[in-house]
């Protein structure tokens, strides 16, 4: 069966996920980084999505419904609200908002969310319920806009056609380079192949709608969309232009420091999660998605001989990925995290601060359903690099994944509405 979506593996994950995680535990477990604490600093959040920190300790936080609050510490116990975007943003299923991203250079605030309308739509249609969510219904799109306080309301970006209740809006973050980069998925069926029919509401030349957007840059004669792919927004401009594409749900973002590289936490569908490599000063890479998953090619759509599919199989140009995360397997043998369905939800570089030096220059990703983070050590040439480690177990649900104030790292729990900071206190 394919990935669930969000919204409906949170039930998964208090039920039967847990349970079976304890069920494979043993003696021979890898053991989680020691000397590390598990805090909660900040409560009362409803289901936040993303977390961002300015340099006067104040903290930013963005939920799902499309209400961003404002903190003005860590520890505080009420917030103000910055903005609401109201009926704008369409929350049914794996939709809301999604991304929250603060310019460094002058805290400006920005947000990827699921816009209640088409693309091309001026005004939100208003819905609060839709009985078609499942079936494709209900065609929504993706923003990217700039939000003053009080709500007014700036698009930059406007796309990511989306038909079904997944693979919607992504992750929103700034590189160093003052770029912003934002991801989404390709809003298509995950129960069938799909190449846009019936109905085609996307507007997707013939045979190239569906999980088939994600390939939209590999058909020449057509504008190039942005669904299923990574782009770079130059906020100053307003313009964009795609840093990768053929990824399914490129649910979060993490730029290593003081490189070119950008990594990609894909939620893969039947077969494997994907940690994904760009390389932004090289040519735009091609992940493969929906022909290809884990680096081989996907059986569903190969036996279905899709036309793009068979092109690609041809050509054999497609990036693999850095690492692929069996869906079917443990990530690392004995970890305890369990297997069977998984979902990449957090993915951040440490910096630096009070870890162990070990830890400079490391990645950092979470899993939302199995409830671990683990870690992936830079090597000689200060890359991360596999054999990964386990770094926590047992935590909340985390769904991002980010470092903060003093360095640490820090995750949102999607479901007890928390913001936990990882310290290490030694030992």
Same mark, same amino acid.
């Given at each position: ?11 998964? *994950? ?8 304890? *069920? ?65 943003? !369409? ?13 460094? %250079? ?20 208003? %819905? ?70 019936? &109905? ?12 088939? %957007? ?18 770079? #927004? ?8 795609? #840093? ?20 990609? &936490? ?38 279905? &001989? ?17 690492? #692929? ?39 950092? !990703? ?13 090597? *000689? ?10 770094? %926590? ?35």
């Amino acid at each position: 069966m394919a990935r669930r979506p969000l919204a409906l593996v949170v039930l998964l *994950a208090l039920a039967g996920a847990v349970a079976a995680t304890l *069920a494979l535990r043993d003696a021979a477990a890898p053991l989680p980084a020691a000397g590390f604490e598990d805090t909660i600093v900040l409560r009362g959040l409803r289901e936040p999505l993303g977390v961002a920190f300015t340099q006067d300790g104040r903290v930013f936080v963005a939920e799902k419904k499309g209400a961003i609050r404002v903190f003005p510490r860590l520890g505080a116990r009420s917030s103000s609200l910055w903005a609401e975007l109201g009926e704008k943003t !369409f929350t049914l299923g794996d939709r809301g908002l999604f991304g929250l991203a603060l310019d460094p %250079r002058d805290e400006a605030v920005y947000v990827l969310y699921t816009f209640d309308g088409p693309v091309e739509a001026t005004e939100p249609v208003g %819905r609060t319920r839709c009985p078609e969510l499942f079936a494709g219904g209900c065609v929504v799109s993706g923003r990217l806009s700039r939000i003053e306080r009080g709500g007014r309301e700036k698009v930059l970006v406007a796309g990511w056609c989306q038909q079904f209740a997944s693979h919607g809006v992504g992750d929103l973050v700034f590189g160093a380079d003052g770029v912003l980069y934002a991801s989404g998925g390709e809003g298509a069926s995950y129960q069938r192949v799909d190449t846009g029919a019936p &109905g085609n509401v996307c507007g997707d030349p013939r045979g190239e709608g569906g999980a088939l %957007r994600a390939q939209d840059a590999s058909t020449p004669g057509d504008p190039a969309g942005v669904s299923g792919s990574v782009i770079a #927004v130059d906020v100053r401009r307003g313009s964009h232009r795609l #840093v990768a594409y053929g990824l399914r749900n490129p649910f979060r973002l993490a730029p290593r420091p003081s490189s070119d590289e950008l990594w990609i &936490g894909d939620v893969g569908s039947t077969r494997s999660d994907e940690l994904d490599v760009v390389d932004l000063g090289r040519a735009l890479p091609n992940f493969g998605w929906p022909c290809y998953e884990g680096g081989a090619p996907l059986r569903s759509y190969d036996e279905a &001989g899709v036309p793009i599919c068979e092109r690609l199989y041809a050509a054999e140009n497609v990036i693999a990925p850095a690492r #692929v995360l069996p869906r079917d397997e443990e990530v690392l043998s004995g970890d305890g995290c369990g297997q069977g369905t998984q979902a990449i939800s957090g993915l951040a570089f440490y910096r630096g601060g009070s870890y162990p030096a070990r830890y400079r220059g490391a990645l950092f !990703f979470a899993d939302f359903l199995r409830r671990c983070i683990w870690v992936a050590l830079p090597d *000689a040439d200060g890359r991360a690099d596999p054999p990964l480690e386990l770094f %926590r177990r047992d935590i909340a649900n985390p769904v991002k994944l980010v470092t903060g104030p003093g360095g640490d790292l820090y995750y949102l729990d999607f479901v007890g509405g928390t913001l936990h900071r990882l310290r290490y206190v030694g030992g």
